[in-house]
């Protein structure tokens, strides 16, 4: 019997090939006309070794359809006269040059120009958009033209994330990233024919929307007992989706429940529960302005000439945010060891720091490349901490003398301020509790690690993505690695790391993916 593991990814013509599906989330179908059955039969068994998932018979299902010495046109006319409304299905319609490359590559090809049929065009038609199929490919700001779509594919991608579907979710992310470099609002279905990442699930949950206002899949997520509770519990610093799902089963819900339940929280999760509300609470860019002037006050105190950046989504342009990323450097290689417990040190002090945990950098560069990490985490030294910033708007020294001044009060760490996820502290406070990590890079891998942590997380992973597949090389916020060549390829800006993957340069503003 095969394991239920395995099951979940094999073809539908696993029972009669036995080939394990490698591609999932595309359906392909060869056309016969003009190809002939018996050249069909061969390529597309031929297809079914190599792990895609190869249907004998058309449906809605089919996101790559292949002909041979056929125009746009003519499969038009074919498909309506298999399923009539003229011919009209979102599959990409695909010269058989793009199988045949995927074929020798054993993977799918970039779809080109090159590869689309030619289709006459009737300026009557709804208009179609066109993009790259890799997110690092396009220019995404944070002007978003289809908001009520993206939310809805965006928290189904997050439910996906809190089962630890990981797949499923960057299935979601994808086609969600999609939709948001669109340069006009989505107002049919047609205008979506031929676009990437746009799987045959995320395809049924934007007609939902388009056709009905809302997906009937997206509100019962939604308003579920274990999406609600999950995404309290996830809320709480230092609690990931495995955690949170124990608790779940363990029947616990709501904030209230947790505390009565005798659960033994770890030092970050107790201080998540303990500051929830300010955590959970929207950091402004003035918030993290100010933060940026203690944070370079600490650096410049213990490491004159240091360098500090404001990376993540305030870097991208962004308003807003839930936490705040610092970037620390030093133009002397070398100098910037033993930096962090330092800075660190100097942060306690002065009574910044709610609460702190430090790494050190275990990164280590190997002859034959950069062996897979334990996690998707890099391996700098860092410091993730929770700072207690003054409310108080002002900067410099008379923001350093407001905060000492606010010291004299204590920070209350009692369970009995916070309440159900969403509700307000009792009381005002002089001060709020803020998300903070502050990384320290060596300058000779700066470069990249200011590409990693500038995000959005799914625009460097599309980047890993297009690194690997497309160019035979290891991403990571240390290094570049060209697997063929077995070396390191150095850099000290994203602009040469852009060249070497060969990519147009994008400029933070336009990696909101």
Known sequence: MVPLKRRKVLCSHTGKTGN???????????????????????LSELGQKKGFKVEDKFSESVTHLISENNSGDEVRAWLDSQVGGRGRTLAHLLDVSWYTESMRAGLPVDIQDKHKLQEQTDEAETETFSVPSYACQRRTTLENHNT?????????????????????????????????????????MTQLR????????????????????????????????????????????????????????????????????????NRAQQAG?????????????????????????????????????LTGGFRRGKLTGHDVDFL???????????????????????????????????????????????????RFERCLSIFRLSKEKKRGAELTETLTENLKTPPSCSSSHVQQGGDREEGGKPWRAVRVDLVVSPISQFGFALLGWTGSKLFERELRRWAG?????????????????????????????????????????????
């Open 20 to 42: 394990v599906c490698k591609f999932p989330e595309l359906v392909l179908f060869l056309l016969e006309r003009k190809m002939g059955a018996s050249r069909r039969a061969f």
């Open 148 to 188: 009520v779509l993206t939310d809805a594919l965006s928290l189904l991608a997050e439910n996906a994330e809190l089962s630890e579907e990981e797949g499923r979710g960057v299935a979601f992310r994808r086609a969600a990233a999609v939709l948001k470099c669109l340069p006009k609002v989505v107002m049919d």
């Open 194 to 265: 031929g676009l990437p990442c746009l799987g045959e699930h995320s395809l049924s949950v934007i007609k939902d929307v388009l056709e009905n206002g809302a997906s009937s899949e997206v509100e019962a997520t939604k308003n579920s007992e274990r999406y609600k509770a999950l995404k309290i519990l996830t809320g709480i610093f230092g609690v990931g989706a495995k955690t949170a799902d124990r608790w779940f089963r363990d029947g616990i819900q709501t904030l209230h429940q947790l505390r009565d339940s005798g659960q033994t929280l």
């Open 273 to 309: 529960l303990d500051h929830y509300d300010d955590i959970n609470q929207s950091v402004t860019k003035a918030e993290a302005d100010i933060i940026s002037e203690i944070v370079e006050k600490a650096v410049v105190a213990v490491l004159p000439g240091a360098q500090i950046t």
């Open 328 to 378: 620390i450097t030093h133009p002397e290689e070398g100098r910037e060891e033993g930096l962090m417990s330092k800075v660190v040190s100097w942060l306690e002090t002065q009574g910044f720091l709610l609460y702190q945990k430090t790494t050190r950098n275990s990164y280590l560069e190997a002859k034959d490349g950069p062996a897979r990490p334990a996690s998707n985490m890099d």
């Open 469 to 513: 597949r497309e160019k035979s090389m290891s991403l990571s916020s240390h290094a570049l690695f060209h697997n063929k060549q077995s070396r390191y390829l150095r850099a000290t800006t994203e602009e040469e790391i852009f060249s070497y993957l060969g990519l147009e340069y994008v400029k933070p503003s336009e990696r909101n993916a």
